[in-house]
């Protein structure tokens, strides 16, 4: 499930999730990812082999080298397997929001070959690097257990090189009481299921569900009636999710491109920022101006500058970078300066906001503002020649 915050934390964990989205086919992660045909993944209890090695030192590398993207046969399990700087990660997502996360400190020689072994049953999942097991970093609930086609992706790029991969349905790895526990005293917000349900009323084509009252309804419809035709069309369904039955760690909204559902958090289904932002990543979603197109390909990230790789950057290291290029980039916030979907959608969730409570884009306009960057002309005239706003909402925020 794709239930995502707009801008602090889990952006960068939704960023990555939109990507897996569009994984299977002809996204920017598949040109480096091999897809392993006739090849399967058993959800529940399993075990995936492989082995690896490093063709040149990335201990320094700011990029993911991805050692496997797969989704079980049943789409119910996802397992990422990811070198990045001097950890390699591996996550196993699984039970409707679970999500079992190791991180191991690799000291990887380049040349050298290593074995890794990843295995799980039910609520368990162990991880084996060269035959030495790797403790488990957390097991815990999130909001974005994303389902995507079924398939195996091995990383194919220069730095690695990966083979003799094996998937079993035997697995070595015995449940323990803690990690069934966990998974049984876990509720998962099953917003599909809310999804699902029968339409409140249907809104441009858009069908409202599972919103508490009439009021909650007509602010959304008044915030529909803002965007241009073309992405209402990008947006199937609204569903308004309790608080209780988000996750804890869950974020306010989320985009589901799969069923083009826009998700909204009670406590905050109101604020511009969040329900422009989830509607720019289901319209981007639809024009593909992020996804679904080559790295050098990407406009947006020709005028910004970014691209997802830097979400792999540290976070202390980057908050520093961000605090000094972010005003000449044109950057908003710190989950757009990692990745370009992000800050597009963040763009117009400003936007949007903007336009409700009178605030101009003037000050980053103005060449002898210390907040200006030539930037913030280009991404507002993109956005606007994109259908991502209105010439009438464009003017106002761009007006003295
Ligand atoms: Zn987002």
């Known amino acids: 499930m794709d239930v995502r915050r707009d801008y602090e934390r889990s952006c960068q964990v939704a960023a990555v999730l939109f990507f897996l989205l569009l994984l299977p086919q002809g996204s920017a992660f ?3 990812l091999r897809t392993l045909e006739g090849q399967r993944i058993h959800s529940d209890a399993g075990s995936i082999d492989l082995r690896f090695r490093l063709r040149e030192d990335i201990r320094s590398d700011q990029h993911e080298h991805a050692l496997l993207i797969g989704v079980s046969a049943d789409s119910r399990e996802r397992y990422e397997i990811r070198i990045v700087n001097d950890k390699l990660n591996a996550r196993r997502y699984f039970g409707g ?12 020689r380049v040349g050298d070959w290593h074995s890794l072994r990843f295995s799980w049953n039910g609520a368990t999942t162990e991880l084996l690097v060269d035959q030495d097991s790797v403790a488990l970093h957390e097991l815990l609930a999130v909001d974005d257990l994303g389902t995507v086609l079924p398939g195996v992706g091995l990383g194919r790029e220069s730095s690695l090189e990966i083979g003799g991969f094996r998937s079993s349905s035997d697995s070595p790895t015995v449940q323990t009481s803690s990690d069934r526990d966990f998974a049984l005293g876990t509720t998962c917000p099953n917003i599909d299921a809310l999804i699902g349900e029968a ?5 441009r084509g858009i069908a409202l569900k599972h919103f508490p009252d ?9 915030y529909l ?13 609204i569903v308004y999710v309790e608080d209780a039955r988000m996750p804890k760690r869950g974020g306010l909204g989320g985009a589901q491109p799969r069923s083009r559902s826009l998700v909204l958090k009670g406590s905050s289904f ?3 920022t969040v329900f422009f932002h989830e509607a720019a990543h289901l319209y981007d979603f639809r024009v593909k101006i992020n996804f679904g197109v080559p790295e050098p390909q990407n406009e947006w990230a020709a005028i910004s500058g970014v691209s997802c790789y830097k979400k792999a950057t540290d ?9 000094k290029t972010h005003v000449q980039n ?7 300066g990692q990745c370009a979907s992000e800050d597009l959608a963040i763009w117009v969730g400003a936007v949007y906001d903007y336009y409700l409570k009178n605030k101009t884009f003037t000050d980053m306009m103005n060449p002898s503002s210390p907040k200006y960057s030539d930037k913030t002309r280009k991404k507002l005239d993109f956005l606007l020649q994109k259908g991502f706003f209105s010439q009438v909402v464009y003017d106002k925020v761009t007006s003295r």
């Open 97 to 108: 929001c679970l999500l079992s996360a190791f991180l191991y400190a690799h000291d990887f």
């Open 330 to 336: 044109g950057i908003l916030a710190a989950q757009g």
């Open 30 to 32: 598949a040109t480096s």
């Open 270 to 272: 109101s604020d511009p």
């Open 199 to 203: 339409a409140q009323e249907n809104q």
């Open 225 to 237: 009636n803002l965007l241009p035709d073309p992405m209402t069309s990008a947006i199937a369904t």
């Open 315 to 323: 976070i202390a290291e980057f908050a520093e970078y961000f605090q």
């Open 214 to 222: 009439q009021r909650s309804r007509d602010t959304i419809t008044s």
